[in-house]
Structures are given as C-alpha cells and as structure tokens.
Antibody
Framework: EVQVVESGGGLVKPGGSLRLSCAAS????????MNWVRQAPGKGLEWVSS????????YYADSVKARFTISRDDTKNSLYLQMNSLRVEDTAVYFC???????????WGQGTIVTVSS | DIQMTQSPSSVSASVGDRVTITCRAS??????LAWYQQKPGKAPKLLIF???SLESGVPSRFSGRGSATHFTLTINDLQPEDFATYYC?????????FGGGTKVEIK
C-alpha cells in the first residue's frame, strides 16, 4: 500500500526547534517530488516547502524561508522538515504530500501536530 | 505569487443537489489546477488534477473544468459523504497556493 506517515510533532516554546519526519512505504521517495503542507487550527491549507525528485530544486514559502529546511534520506525512504526559530504562528498540523505528476498532491499522510507556545 | 480565490466560502445543499464551486487565479495558470476534498480531522484527498482529470477512484459525480484564470468544481447528485470542505490549488508555479476553501454543508 502506498502511504506516508508523519512523526516528530509536539509542543515547543517560541524560538525552539523541531524536526518532522515523513516515512514513505509502497513507493520510492526519490522518484517523486515531495512537499510539506500545513494547516493552522480552523484555517485553510498552506504550502510550506517542496523538494524535487532529484533533490536539485528546493522551494520554501516566504513565511518559513531561512527558518525551515527540507531534506530527504533515500536510504531510509524518508522526508524531513527541520524547523528552527519557531513562532506561535507556526502552530499547525503538518502534512507530508507526494506530487506524482506536478499537477496535484496525490498521497497525503495523516499529519503531525506542532504547537508553539510558551 | 498567484492568488487563488474561491467562492462561495460556504454553501448549504441537500442530498441529490448539484453544487458548483468557483476558483479564480490572479494570473493565467493554463490547466495547472487541482481540487481537494477535506473532512474534519482528516488529510485532504485529491479529486481532480489538470483542471478536469478525475483522480483514480473518485466518483464520476465530481467534475472539473476551466482554464487560464477561471475554474469550477461541480458535484452532481450530492451524497451524504460529500459534505466536506473543498480547496483548489494552483500547480503552475512556486509558491504553490491554495484557495481559501468552500464548506459544503447540509441544508
């Protein structure tokens, strides 16, 4: 079965760091572009970051640029999001999502909750 | 950045109704548009890609159309399981952007 499972969320103080993981199964991560998308409580979807299948192209939303880093470990078939200098407004459910054709995210995880609060 | 504007923000409908949701892009995105369905506490589910292509396993009562800056998602013969929030997303260029969402509620 094709699936992705996120982990690593939790409660962190403003200014703190957290590393999210996304473990893929049923497909080879390096064959696809992968993304992080977040959803603040009661709000809509916000794209956070993308990494191309080759790993050559990486993109970030302005809201997280210079604070978040997306990466991938092909030996573990896993995607990561290193989040530094966290802010209260980063509080959200973070989803990992696969982009099969470049025109839509076809596989999503269940999400991991990140809460930034003092 | 490309802004995606959805309307309406919510709609009340009954089982069996037809519902149409509109999504407008702030610039020409050709057919680089996807539609998602999200239920409370769940991950979004891809319904439509490339403006009008139905994702595998999605019922045929869902259909999408449009190009450039104007797109629509239509749900024919609304079923109980269709009550959810729907989002459009442009895949034309980074940053990827989503519409604000349309909540389809039971009348």
């Amino acid at each position: 079965e094709v699936q992705v499972v996120e982990s690593g969320g939790g409660l962190v103080k403003p200014g703190g760091s957290l590393r999210l993981s996304c473990a893929a199964s049923g497909f080879t991560l390096r064959s696809y572009s992968m993304n992080w998308v977040r959803q603040a409580p009661g709000k809509g979807l916000e794209w956070v970051s993308s990494i191309s299948s080759s790993g050559t192209y990486i993109y970030y939303a302005d809201s997280v640029k210079a604070r978040f880093t997306i990466s991938r470990d092909d030996t573990k078939n896993s995607l990561y999001l290193q989040m530094n200098s966290l802010r209260v407004e980063d509080t959200a459910v973070y989803f990992c999502a696969r982009d099969e054709r470049g025109d839509g995210f076809d596989v999503w995880g269940q999400g991991t909750i990140v809460t930034v609060s003092s | 950045d490309i802004q995606m504007t959805q309307s309406p923000s919510s709609v009340s409908a009954s089982v069996g109704d037809r519902v149409t949701i509109t999504c407008r892009a702030s610039q020409d995105i050709a057919s680089w548009l996807a539609w998602y369905q999200q239920k409370p506490g769940k991950a979004p589910k891809l319904l439509i890609f490339a403006s009008s292509s139905l994702e595998s396993g999605v019922p045929s009562r869902f259909s999408g159309r449009g190009s450039a800056t104007h797109f629509t998602l239509t749900i024919n013969d609304l079923q109980p399981e269709d009550f959810a929030t729907y989002y459009c997303q442009q895949a034309h260029s980074f940053p990827v952007t989503f519409g604000g969402g349309t909540k389809v509620e039971i009348k």
